[in-house]
């Protein structure tokens, strides 16, 4: 039993001096800073997202009416509040018609229209031309975040008499581009 009390008083000894050595670890101190800067903004700063492709199914020859289709986006910024919005066909020199190309070689293209709208509702918005600016449009949110936060959108409509017929032609591809710009 003697042994065994020498040990327990010697394992209590060890401990009582290895939390007595970390307690003067421990009672170390340290300092560090951290500046703090307030900038404002100088530079107003615009964003658009959200701009789907749209991919059309021309209905039977004989269907009356033109092709529409719609896509909704987001367009964002701070430092202002209107911006202008620019569509063009980057493939046509400046001012140069809205088109897709067809895949045949030496097939003409269909000419299509585009509208715009500073919100989401139904029906078309204002028709655009080409390279032309859209001004006045206000600026609706911060950041552009997600999806849900879509507040513009663009029609496309395809006359019948652009599509009718032209089925050996297909596909019909072409790229919209849209610019917008702080006022």
Known sequence: MKILSQKVLASIATAALALGSTTSVLSQTDTEFSTITLNYMTVPIIDIAFVDN???LAPPDGTPGPI???DTFC???MGFTLFSIVFRNPNNPTGGPFELDSSV????PIFYEVF?????????GMMVFPDNPVFGNLIQTAMCMDPTM???KFDISIPNAEWTGRAAGAPFVGVLEIM???E
């Open 180 to 182: 917008v710009m702080a």
């Open 54 to 56: 749209l991919d059309l």
């Open 116 to 124: 715009f709208k500073n919100d989401t509702s139904p029906g078309p």
């Open 75 to 77: 367009v964002s910024g």
């Open 68 to 70: 529409v289709d719609d």
């Open 105 to 108: 070689p030496g097939e003409s």
């Open 150 to 152: 879509d507040n513009a």
